[in-house]
C-alpha cells in the first residue's frame, strides 16, 4: 500500500501546479482523499480532501476559491490544482487516504511522502 504525492516544484507568486497523488496497491476509489500541507515551523494543516466518489469535497478558507481537488478513479489518481499561488502557500505537500472524508489527519491511515512547493520571485 503505498501513495505518493508528486508535481511539486518552484513557482512564482500567481503561477500554478498541479499535484498528483496515485495510488499502488490498493484501490484509491475506496478511500477519501486529503491534501495536507506543513509549512517551515508550522503545524501539519488541511489543505483539501475529497470523499471516494467525488460527491464532497473540502477546501480550506486558505486555499479556496485558488485550489481545486478531483479525482480520477480509473487512474487511480487524484488531483490537487493550485492557482494564484502565494508564498504563504510554500510547504510539503502530503496525500492521504481515509476511509471516510474528514479535515482530521487523524482519521487517515495511509500517507505518502511529500512533494515540496516553493512559491517565490
Known amino acids: 500500500v503505498q501513495l505518493q504525492a508528486s508535481g511539486g516544484g518552484l513557482a512564482q507568486p500567481g503561477g500554478s501546479l498541479r499535484l498528483s497523488c496515485a495510488a499502488s496497491?490498493?484501490?484509491?476509489?475506496?478511500?477519501?482523499i486529503g491534501w495536507f500541507r506543513r509549512a517551515p515551523g508550522k503545524e501539519r494543516e488541511v489543505v483539501s480532501c475529497i470523499s471516494a466518489r467525488a460527491e464532497n469535497t473540502f477546501q480550506s478558507a486558505d486555499v479556496r476559491g485558488r485550489f481545486t481537488i478531483s479525482r480520477d478513479n480509473a487512474k487511480n489518481t487524484v488531483y490537487l490544482q493550485m492557482n494564484s499561488l502565494k508564498p504563504e502557500d510554500t510547504a510539503v505537500y502530503f496525500c492521504?487516504?481515509?476511509?471516510?472524508?474528514?479535515?482530521?489527519?487523524?482519521?487517515?491511515?495511509?500517507w505518502g511522502l511529500g512533494t515540496q512547493v516553493t512559491v517565490s520571485s
Open positions: 492521504a487516504a481515509s476511509a471516510v472524508v474528514t479535515r482530521l489527519s487523524q482519521e487517515y491511515n495511509y
Open positions: 496497491g490498493f484501490a484509491l476509489r475506496y478511500y477519501a
